[in-house]
């Protein structure tokens, strides 16, 4: 695999108006047994990833699953993710959470 250096005015857009408008208004899911993961976020430097469920628009913020150290359900902010040189999967599809294989399981 070859790294190609970004600028940091070329970065890559995380958040997309198409994924914004795909992603469910936080707690939407709420009550579903297996929800839909909509977008997969991480770091070319780590293991860590990020699976986005729920976005609220307003505060920027995700629902979703961080794999890590370890595996949590949780909140993230978006500038959380652009602040850290976070990339976006552009080949990740939607897939159901069950689907996923976790590393910190």
């Known amino acids: 695999m ?9 970065t890559m857009k995380l958040l997309t108006k198409e994924l914004e408008n795909k992603l469910p208004k936080l ?3 709420e ?3 297996d929800k839909v ?4 976020f991480f770091s070319p430097f780590s293991s860590w990833t ?4 729920e976005y609220d628009q307003e505060k920027e913020l995700f629902f979703g699953v961080v794999d890590g150290d370890f595996f949590e359900f949780g909140y993230f902010s978006l500038s959380e993710l652009e ?9 990740f599809e939607p897939k159901l959470l069950s689907e996923i294989q976790f590393q910190g399981q």
Do not use: C, H, L, S
């Not at 602040?83 to 080949?91: A, K, L, Q, T």
């Open 83 to 91: 602040n850290n040189e976070i990339e976006r999967d552009i080949y």
């Open 37 to 40: 993961v909509q977008a997969k």
């Open 2 to 10: 070859v790294f190609i250096p970004i600028d940091k005015g070329d």
């Open 31 to 33: 009550g579903q047994k």
């Open 27 to 29: 707690y939407e899911t």
């Open 50 to 53: 990020w699976y986005a469920i």
